[in-house]
């Protein structure tokens, strides 16, 4: 079938891998296999009606931020949102297989659709897959969705990275969010949050990121999902404030600092 040879032809890492490049010396092959364009942390978790998930619109050229309007949150099928960190062209091409396995899930007009769960576990076999092969999609990626199941509507909030390790969270973080974010959720989150608030605790995930990543950058897009859809909000700034003291001196104090 013709589903079945798109599901196969993913699994098996989407594309055919290029031949080995012959290193100029003779001898010896390699691929590439360091990231160019880069964007940094995703944020996301459940709330009450949903998911909420966030990220800056930066994205750097080694360590020069190049681009500061790419958004890296995108819907997949009508039950997911799907964000990304790290080499951006990874992505599109994720978004290029996603985009051909939804149009094959529709094509068979059954009145089912890929829900985040499936989602999530197909990223998983094509991360693995490609890490396998010694090519990995260099990306890290936060796959959340709603959708009605046995017992309701079922949230899911999930990540897989590069080389395939995934699981299944309430709150999740990719890039320098692990370090800073994560904290932060672990102590504040609840299950029950509206939405009004869920806004205002990753807002405060995101401006720790801007003052202590020199990636991030003060232009955030943030998104949602709930049983009614998909919602991805235009662009825009928080509020800063740089006049902390520590800010103005930061290695006074600090052993054996210049």
């Not at 039950?79 to 091409?93: C, R, V, Y």
């Not at 969705?145 to 309701?152: A, E, L």
């Not at 999740?172 to 205002?200: C, Q, S, Y």
């Not at 825009?236 to 600092?257: D, M, R």
Request: charged content about 20%.
């Amino acid at each position: 079938m013709a589903w079945e040879q798109a599901m196969g032809f993913h699994a098996a890492g989407g594309r055919q891998a290029p031949p080995p490049v012959a290193a100029a010396g003779g001898g010896e092959t390699q691929r590439t296999q360091y990231p160019y364009v880069t964007g940094n942390s995703v944020i996301a978790f459940k709330y009450k009606d949903g998911v909420i998930m966030a990220c800056d619109t930066g994205a750097s050229y080694g360590s020069t931020l190049r681009y500061k309007s790419v958004e890296r949150i995108k819907t997949v099928g009508k039950h997911s949102l799907i964000g990304a960190s790290g080499e951006f062209s990874d992505f599109q091409e994720i978004l290029r297989y996603l985009d051909e396995l939804t149009l094959s899930d529709h094509m068979w007009d059954d009145g089912n659709s890929l829900g985040p769960k499936e989602i999530h576990s197909y990223l998983t076999r094509v991360m693995y897959n490609r890490r396998n092969k010694f090519d990995p999609l260099w990306n890290s990626l936060v796959l959340g969705g709603v959708k009605r199941g046995p017992k309701g509507d079922e949230k899911y909030l999930g990540m897989v990275n590069m080389i395939g390790t995934h699981f299944e969270e309430n709150h999740v973080a990719t890039g320098f969010g692990n370090h800073m974010a994560i904290p932060i959720l672990r102590d504040e989150w609840r299950e029950d949050l509206t939405f009004e608030e869920a806004v205002k605790l990753v807002e405060k995930c995101l401006l720790v990121l801007l003052y202590r990543d020199r990636s991030s950058i003060n232009k955030f897009q943030i998104a949602k999902i709930t049983a009614e859809g998909s919602t991805i909000y235009p662009p825009y700034s928080l509020k800063t404030y740089w006049g902390f003291s520590h800010f103005e001196n930061p290695s006074q104090g600090a052993i054996g600092s210049w």
